[in-house]
């Protein structure tokens, strides 16, 4: 019996490369192919869908893990597997939280997209032990406690210490002082070129 696939991918080059890739396993037929995760659930309404391959980021800013949450609310059977080629270190967890089977990087690690989707199809939760390690800096972006993601996520979105200190629970001198931590760790002399740093390598992703 053929697993019915819908691929969710906003770049046209690569959701053509899945589609290339699907169709030569002989036991896989692509259903559908579309690049906003907004409507994967229109998706699943009109088609008998197995298996979900999902973008993390999608067209039009649409969060593959938010949509991946609302299918699994209502087609609890189909089987989903999020991809994403950035390193943004909260996103395995957030997937794990909607309800996702497996989770795959489609530029690191060793597994292939062929082995992800038969053990998942078989009922198997394939996830990574942890997202790929980038420097920030002259730190390596293992090095930071979630604390000092919690910190960095917020200054990304550019909110004020005392804006901060509220979201986080924390008080105004305890957010200074992971900040100092977090500059001393990467060697950078400001916020801005912390930010900067994060924003272009995609550790810290807050919209997905």
Request: include cysteine; glycine fraction near 4%.
């Amino acid at each position: 019996m053929k697993v019915n696939v819908l691929i969710v991918e906003d770049s046209r080059v690569s959701r053509e490369a899945f589609e290339r890739k699907i169709t030569s396993f002989p036991e896989y037929s692509v259903i559908a192919s579309i690049e906003n995760a907004a409507n994967a659930e229109i998706a699943c309404m009109s088609n008998k869908i197995d298996l979900i391959l999902m973008d993390v980021c999608t067209a039009d800013d649409e969060s593959g893990i938010r949509a991946a949450a609302r299918v699994k609310k209502n087609y609890p059977r189909v089987r989903i597997i999020l991809m994403t080629s950035m390193p943004e270190h909260s996103f395995i967890k957030k997937a794990q939280d909607s309800g996702c089977d497996s989770f795959w990087y489609k530029e690191y690690g060793n597994i292939s997209l062929r082995e992800v989707c038969e053990r998942t199809m078989r009922g198997e939760k394939v996830w990574p032990e942890s997202s790929p390690v980038i420097m920030i800096g002259q730190a390596k972006s293992s090095e930071f406690t979630d604390r000092e993601f919690a910190v960095i996520r917020e200054l990304v979105r550019g909110v004020r210490y005392e804006e901060m200190a509220d979201t986080l629970h924390l008080s105004i001198n305890t957010v200074k002082y992971h900040v100092k931590n977090i500059l001393q760790k990467t060697g950078f002399r400001s916020t801005i070129q912390l930010v900067a740093e994060v924003v272009e390598k995609r550790l810290v992703l807050p919209k997905y």
